[in-house]
């Protein structure tokens, strides 16, 4: 089973960036379109990007022009670039298939910005 492995976030101040990576072990990554989610206190988890293996990307409204999701087949990874981050961006970010998840959830990174 592909194992999804998520690392960046951290506590930052609104207006400041954070680069997200979410490494996968195996070789289902390449054949499927990833994405982004994540789940704030008390919300249901939601999908913020998504990135097809040709590269073909699409955003949630809330974050578009502000996040940046890539992916390095060769690397088993995929990116995510937060800018201008806002005090409701804090969550718990987490990555998997699209749309539906196609393994077990890794365990997120931790995203809190600040005031």
């Known amino acids: 089973q592909v194992q999804l492995v998520e690392s960046g976030g951290g506590l930052v101040q609104a207006g400041g960036s954070l680069t997200l990576s979410c490494a996968a072990s195996?070789?289902?990554?390449?054949?499927?379109?990833m994405g982004w989610y994540r789940q704030a206190p008390g919300k249901q988890r939601e999908l913020v990007a998504s990135?097809?293996?040709?590269?073909?990307?699409n955003y949630a409204d809330s974050v578009k022009g502000r996040f940046t999701i890539s992916r390095d087949n060769a690397k088993n990874t995929v990116y995510l670039q937060m800018s201008s981050l806002k005090v409701e961006d804090t969550a718990v970010y987490y990555c998997?298939?699209?749309?539906?998840?196609?393994?077990?959830w890794g365990q997120g990174t931790q995203v809190t910005v600040s005031s």
């Open positions: 998997n298939g699209v749309p539906y998840p196609f393994t077990s």
């Open positions: 195996g070789s289902g990554f390449r054949l499927n379109v």
């Open positions: 990135i097809t293996r040709g590269g073909n990307t």
